[in-house]
């Protein structure tokens, strides 16, 4: 049996409204199970998981579920799972924590693949403190991020590598375990930011071999929540607490402020989700994400290709980046056209795609795109069709 595209979108009812949705970059579309689940969330939690109160206890186990649910998605133990309202307020609690490791006379490895998320804290801390910044860069043409760098840019003095597991805006995977090994040697740590990976990959926190592997949930159809998971829970209690309690362990020393248990309900119906996109999928949440995404893999393949096709019939139309791994994410630009021209024009033929920067692009910039009037960016998702593609460049071709 193939993956069945129909029966997945048969779990999202806003796919419904008759526009085509190619920026799930933006977050994806979300399933009528998770709206339900916070719906839920909201009627039977409390604002607080402590005390005795039958609400208090549902908020502690939708708390502890939600923890269980992340660690399945990245092959992790639940004690290292920090949760928040979002990755990017997560990140910058975490590198305000480890600025005291992050000094003068230390580096920090950045790359220019990542968004401004897995960026501003570190620069930040850097410029506060004097550590010096390096810049992992990629190849002009295909936008793929050499590997062999990394062996000159960590040097003995490096003590943090931020770098995405996969780029949200051309797809470029790099290889982050061979970033991980070398700032290992040098006794730093390395933070993977996986918004752009997940759900396109299957994500084990140990195959990367990173330290920290930050997520969002808008991501795969989730609720507006971000986690911050590590692969050694007790570092956590190693490094300087961030959270109002003084007596917190474990991961509640980085979550500053209280939870949201309706959104985090929704956070595991959302993985839950994922790791039911395959019919087939049986055995633990890990086992059936592995499967489903798998399958959702060997979909997308197929797909991606014939976007790519799609794309290259299309006089005037440039892509940004040919990487040999990658997530099915493209960016591109169309002679004489501003990027939020295209979306516009999109738009009004109820076809949904990003335009522009995205709030900061470093990659765009550093190649020049932004100054020519930006680019237009497209992704897959779980829901997206065949036909949805063909119509899209029926209407990308008509603008020429």
């Known amino acids: 049996m193939t993956y069945d595209v129909a029966r997945v979108r048969g779990l999202i009812p806003s796919v419904a409204d008759g526009w085509i949705n190619l920026a799930p970059q933006a977050g994806?579309?979300?399933p009528d199970s998770v709206s339900r689940a916070v719906s839920i969330g909201f009627r039977s939690s409390s604002f607080s998981h402590l005390g005795r109160h039958g609400a208090a206890k549902r908020s502690?186990?939708?708390l502890h579920d939600a923890r269980v649910a992340v660690a399945d998605l990245v092959g992790a133990d639940p004690s290292g799972v920090v949760l928040g309202p979002d990755r990017a307020v997560l990140l910058a609690w975490l590198a305000e924590s480890l600025s005291s490791r992050l000094g003068l006379g230390t580096g920090i490895v950045l790359s220019r693949l990542d968004d401004e998320a897995n960026v501003a804290p570190w620069l930040r801390i850097a410029n506060?403190?004097?550590a010096h910044v390096r810049?992992?860069?990629?190849?002009i043409e295909t936008c793929e991020m050499p590997a062999w760098q990394f062996e000159e840019l960590i040097g003995p003095t490096a003590r943090l590598v931020a770098i995405t597991a996969a780029s949200p805006i051309v797809g470029s995977a790099p290889s982050v375990r061979v970033a991980a090994e070398r700032v290992h040697e040098v006794g730093g740590l390395l933070v993977a930011d996986a918004v752009g990976?997940?759900?396109y990959a299957?994500?084990?926190?140990d195959d990367l071999n990173a330290d920290v592997v930050a997520l969002s949930a808008p991501s795969w159809g989730g609720p507006q929540v971000g986690a911050l998971v590590f692969r050694d829970p007790a570092f956590l209690d190693r490094i300087p607490s961030m959270a109002l309690n003084p007596?917190?362990?474990g991961p509640e020393r980085l979550e500053v402020g209280g939870h949201q248990y309706a959104l985090l309900a929704g956070l595991t119906t959302s993985i839950d989700y994922l790791a039911g996109l395959d019919e087939r999928a049986a055995g633990t949440r890990r086992e059936r994400l592995e499967l489903s995404i798998t399958s959702l893999q060997d979909y997308h393949d197929q797909l991606f290709d014939h976007l790519m096709s799609t794309l290259e019939k299309i006089t005037g139309l440039t892509v940004i980046g040919r990487a040999s791994t990658r997530i099915p994410t493209v960016s591109f630009t169309l002679d004489g056209m501003q990027a939020e021209k295209v979306a516009a024009e999109l738009a009004d033929k109820r076809i949904n795609v990003l335009a522009g920067s995205h709030g900061g692009s470093r990659l765009l910039d550093a190649l020049g795109v932004n100054d020519e009037g930006g680019a237009v960016t497209i992704g897959l998702a779980p829901y997206t069709t065949r036909r949805?593609?063909?119509q899209f460049g029926r209407a990308l071709a008509a603008l020429g």
């Open 128 to 130: 506060r403190y004097g």
């Open 388 to 390: 949805e593609i063909d």
């Open 135 to 139: 810049w992992a860069e990629v190849e």
């Open 60 to 62: 502690a186990d939708i």
């Open 197 to 199: 990976a997940a759900p």
């Open 247 to 249: 007596y917190a362990k």
């Open 202 to 205: 299957l994500i084990g926190i």
């Open 28 to 30: 994806m579309l979300v």
